[in-house]
């Protein structure tokens, strides 16, 4: 009923920015949060950083500064920038959200095929 499709991934080099988007379709009623992952090889999903349905925003300590994430709500859709980016940024990125269909339907957890972005000169 609900799918979550990243985009805007790609090539960078060190330095450099790019912007991810997610864009969230199907029976939606609400959104309450959204969040952004990464996973590289070898290593566990880690949580970059998420925010509420209100804006509220937390981030991890490795991207402090750094990243941004935004909202829009009246798009359904999540932003990640990414400034100043580093060759351990490098990392497949998901996009995760709880999403209510409606009564009767309750929240569930939703995500994304994820999109790479690697950071390489």
């Known amino acids: 009923q609900v799918r979550l499709v990243e985009s805007g991934g790609g090539l960078v080099q060190p330095g450099g920015s790019l912007r991810l988007s997610c864009a969230a379709s199907g029976n939606i009623f609400s959104i309450y949060s959204m969040r952004w992952y990464r996973q590289a090889p070898g290593k566990q999903r880690e949580l970059v950083s998420s925010?509420?349905?209100?804006?509220?925003?937390n981030y991890a300590d490795s991207v402090k500064g750094r990243f941004t994430i935004s909202r829009d709500n009246a798009k359904n859709t999540a932003y990640l920038q990414m400034n100043s980016l580093k060759p351990e940024d490098t990392a497949v990125y998901y996009c995760?959200?709880?999403?209510?269909?409606?009564?009767?339907?309750?929240?569930?957890?939703?995500w994304g095929p994820g999109t790479q972005v690697t950071v390489s000169s």
């Open positions: 925010i509420l349905s209100g804006g509220s925003a």
């Open positions: 995760n959200a709880d999403i209510g269909s409606g009564a009767g339907y309750g929240m569930r957890n939703y």
